[in-house]
């Protein structure tokens, strides 16, 4: 053990070099200075200017290197400001270590200025662990046990508050330990899965995000085709974890649960892999809950096992139970492949602009292997149409539903994939909840293409009003927003569409800046049936 005395600041930078930490995401305020102070080459300090975007920033950087990212913010406000992108970290089972400012403990008994009542369990319930140590010199301990648990499977973000004058405090360095977070499953469990596949007729694998989240892409493809099933995306999942132009993909199942039934419907077993079983977003009857199919669950996370409404679970995490799984499966080469996916026909081009023909134009122009980041709801099923991912590290968006995360988490990505173009497919509402992104990727030249999809309103509430007979709802339209004066006010170039016949040569400019640059497309405001059936 390291004997030697440190300051409570030298010991957590310790702490942060032995996690990899390259980069810390940060807003900074007065009870974050004694940290901040003389700042260290070799951690970059990644500055956003809002807390929200501070944390979708470390989120898409985590995703995308699946290291644990480190966010340091303001107390109290601070910390309350980033609540609603720390709630889609907690959904997107980010590894996340964030920390925040505490008035100094010397006048906490008299509650000061910036001071946070109970700090450790204001983000609660949506992070795994947090503490507010009861001693300065158990701060970099208690980051330390922080890290370790933000990586143990189900993967989360974990919180510490740190009072202001503890970073000067003496200090020794925790241990650098190792935990092996990988399990395996039960054996017997996969023995008999492996059975049930075989002895299936039309067995259909249902794949959800944290098949990509754990690198296992390749090793799905490898049990589907072993398996000669068809396979669909989970409902409303994060991630893409399975090339959307394999001939086994079937498409994505919708969030509602008759539509999720139809899509189903012919099965005589079900294997869900790394979702839940199954998220649901409208009200309904799904008739495969009740009609006795088989359905089985990998998954790494206990909750998600327990809240499954049917069928047997497997608990692992992905990669030991994939390869095992691979392993267990018969020879089924007798079995007929399922039939591949209808693709659609190109959209043509007219004005007003479609979704559609703006989204496969985008298809066409972009590099083949950029990373797309979306956050544009109305549009999902023209995405999931005319913008078909090829698999790993291809596809990012938020899984909790909460607006505001894809464009921060585009310029996180864009950290951690250098000279990767990454492509932040935003709608317009959505774009609004942390604008301020931007300024971030134009300091740092990132090699991000903004495409905003601006119907001039929040679309999936047109879509939601017209599903649930709720008539002229106020607040859904949204006009006289100028994105390129916002982007260009923050050092960012832009350009809007209005014409279809202007749209390659716009898109095309734009994924081949030096750095970001925003295209604004006016789209059609039709609305789009989000529920009722597969894509």
Not at 67 to 90: E, I, M
Not at 202 to 221: L, T
Not at 261 to 287: K, M, N, S, Y
Not at 375 to 397: K, V
């Amino acid at each position: 053990m390291n004997s030697k005395v440190l300051t409570v600041r030298e010991a957590t930078l310790g702490v942060l070099r032995s996690f990899g930490v390259d980069r810390v995401f940060g807003n900074p305020g007065s009870t974050e200075l004694a940290f901040l102070g003389d700042w260290p080459d070799d951690i970059d300090y990644v500055l956003g200017l809002q807390e929200g975007c501070v944390v979708g920033m470390a989120d898409g950087y985590a995703q995308a290197t699946g290291r644990p990212s480190f966010v340091n913010l303001h107390s109290a406000a601070g910390l309350g400001h980033a609540l609603g992108n720390l709630f889609t970290a907690f959904r997107n089972k980010t590894p996340m270590v964030v920390t925040s400012g505490q008035q100094a403990r010397s006048l906490l008994r008299m509650r000061p200025y910036l001071f946070a009542e109970d700090a450790e369990q204001f983000p609660k319930p949506y992070v795994k662990w947090s503490a507010e140590p009861a001693r300065p010199e158990d701060v970099p301990a208690a980051i330390a046990q922080a890290f370790h648990t933000a990586m143990q499977h189900p993967r989360g973000p974990t919180f510490v508050s740190v009072p202001s004058d503890d970073w000067a405090r003496p200090a020794v360095a925790p241990p650098v330990r190792h935990i092996a977070t990988e399990f395996a499953p039960d054996p017997a469990a996969i023995v008999r899965l492996g059975a049930a596949i075989g002895a299936a007729k039309r067995p259909v694998f249902v794949v959800g995000p944290e098949i990509d989240r754990n690198g296992c892409v390749d090793a799905m493809v490898a049990v589907a085709e072993k398996a000669r099933a068809a396979v669909w995306a989970s409902p409303m999942s994060s991630r893409s974890s399975f090339p959307e132009l394999h001939p086994q993909f079937a498409g994505f199942l919708p969030a509602a649960p008759g539509g999720l039934a139809r899509a189903l419907r012919g099965a005589d077993l079900i294997v869900v892999v790394g979702a839940p079983v199954f998220t649901f977003h409208v009200e309904g009857q799904c008739e495969l809950l009740d009609d006795g199919t088989p359905v089985w669950q990998i998954t790494d996370d206990p909750t998600e096992a327990a809240s499954a409404a049917v069928g047997d679970t497997i608990i692992s995490t992905l990669p030991k139970a994939l390869g095992a799984l691979q392993s267990a499966l018969p020879d089924i080469a007798t079995r007929e492949a399922p039939a591949a996916r209808t693709r659609p026909a190109a959209p043509a081009a007219r004005n007003p602009i479609p979704p559609a023909y703006a989204l496969s134009r985008l298809s066409a122009l972009m590099p083949r292997d950029a990373v797309v980041v979306e956050e544009a709801p109305s549009h999902r099923p023209a995405i999931q149409q005319f913008l078909p991912m090829r698999g790993a590290d291809s596809f990012y968006t938020m899984a909790s539903g909460g607006l505001g995360y894809s464009l921060p988490a585009s310029v996180g990505v864009a950290l951690a994939r250098p000279g990767r173009r990454i492509v932040a497919l935003i709608g317009d509402g959505s774009a609004m909840y942390c604008i301020q992104a931007i300024w971030t990727a134009a300091q740092r030249q990132l090699p991000i293409t903004f495409v905003i999809m601006n119907n001039s309103g929040y679309g999936a509430m047109r879509a939601f009003s017209q599903l649930m007979q709720a008539h002229r709802p106020p607040g859904i339209d949204l006009p006289g927003l100028d994105f390129v004066a916002l982007a260009r006010g923050m050092g960012c170039a832009g350009q809007r569409v209005t014409d279809a016949g202007d749209v390659d040569r716009i898109l095309a400019e734009a994924l081949v800046s030096n750095g970001p640059a925003l295209v604004d497309i006016a789209v059609d405001h039709a609305t789009t049936d989000l529920f009722s059936h597969p894509s």
